[in-house]
């Protein structure tokens, strides 16, 4: 089965506390990585953590350490991918589509965004 969140998507933080309680829902942001053994994304501006980095010895030379803030992984089932024409969340569903390579059609199945609905 073809995944249904895939790097580059732009999606939209579904569940966890509103923006205004200090939470990231209803923020869109685009994947910068999949993590499918753990069923998890890294969305861009998401879930921001604080993590220590301890100063470390490498070839160049000393490694900067310190505090760095970091995107860090989100359930894929609290995001939903945005429609590209209304610009809000919505389903993905799969269909099959023939495509002609090099003389041959084959068939494939394709993603495509269904009807954005009330509120989802």
């Not at 980095?53 to 894929?76: F, L, N, Y």
Request: net charge positive; no cysteine; charged share 35%.
């Amino acid at each position: 089965m073809g995944a249904r969140i895939k790097k580059g998507d732009l999606v939209e933080v579904i569940s966890g506390p509103s923006q205004e309680r200090g939470g990231y829902k209803g923020k869109q942001g685009h994947v910068i990585a999949v993590l499918k053994e753990s069923d998890r994304v890294i969305v861009e501006g998401v879930n921001y953590v604080t993590k220590h980095v301890r100063q470390g010895q490498s070839d160049r030379g000393t490694k900067q350490g310190g505090i760095e803030t970091m995107e860090a992984p989100i359930h894929v089932s609290n995001v939903a991918l945005v429609d590209p024409e209304s610009k809000k969340p919505t389903r993905v569903g799969f269909r099959l589509e023939e495509v002609e390579k090099d003389g041959k059609k084959k068939t494939v199945r394709v993603r495509y965004a269904k009807k954005s609905g009330k509120d989802l």
